[in-house]
């Protein structure tokens, strides 16, 4: 279950991976996929892009186990399947401006009211996936909840993204982006899917530097 208390546990910043000596070269493009369920997009992901890391975080133990075997029989040396809650273990992977880019496909809406406190994009969550970027990073959100879309939006502009989207709303299908396992049946249906591209300003762009606090 993925809570909104703040975790009170020390940073152990020296005990960090060292992604360079496990995943040599790729390491330098390294990106995160938050909540990767069944793996489709995880594993699409490494198979074509050899040459970028992806560290894939399950909260759901079996379904973390089974990902990863399936990593290991492909010979996928740059995928790195880790079980555990993304908001915990984040900042303990790794370091400010350190990620390429982020994936957050489909989290779960937590529907009442009284679970929205559950969302794993509350305001803390999203500045710490603003600290994690690089500067000029992308994360990548996708959700078939148009107003859970929308609400995301708020919040992430809030500490500090840059929407893609010249419409300054949801992003239109890239051609060339990895569908996850989930999303295959929304094509094949023809269920929407609402996404939203969005950056860290890269070096010397206005907002480059600005991180908000959450209040």
């Keep these: 279950m993925i809570f909104s208390d703040g975790d009170e546990s020390p ?18 493009r390294l990106e995160l996929e938050i909540g990767c369920g ?3 997009f995880a594993l699409a992901f490494a198979r074509r892009h050899p ?14 186990s089974e990902l990863a075997e399936r990593a290991r029989r492909r010979g996928l040396a740059n995928l790195v399947v880790v079980q555990g809650d ?3 273990l984040a900042p303990r992977l790794f370091a400010a401006g350190s990620l390429r880019a982020i994936h957050l ?22 500045a710490l996936l603003f600290r994690l970027l690089c500067p000029g990073g ?13 609400e995301a ?10 929407n893609e989207s010249a419409a300054g709303g949801f992003a239109q299908p ?21 996404r939203l591209r969005l950056r860290r300003a890269a070096p010397g762009a206005p907002g480059a530097d600005r991180v908000h606090s959450p209040s």
């Design 11 to 28: 940073l152990a910043v020296d005990l960090r991976p060292d992604w360079g000596a496990a995943l040599g070269a790729a390491s330098g």
């Design 38 to 40: 069944h793996g489709g």
């Design 51 to 64: 040459e970028r890391a992806l560290v894939a975080i399950e909260q759901r133990r079996k379904f973390a």
């Design 86 to 88: 993304a908001r915990l």
């Design 105 to 126: 496909h489909f989290p779960d809406p937590w529907w009442k009211r009284r679970h929205h406190r559950r969302r794993i994009l509350d305001d803390g969550m999203s």
């Design 138 to 150: 992308e994360l990548d959100f996708r959700t078939d909840v148009e107003a859970y879309g929308v």
């Design 153 to 162: 939006l708020r919040r992430l502009a809030e500490v500090g993204f840059e």
């Design 174 to 194: 890239d051609p060339e982006e990895i569908p996850s396992t989930r999303e295959k049946r929304y094509l094949a249906s023809g269920q929407r899917v609402y």
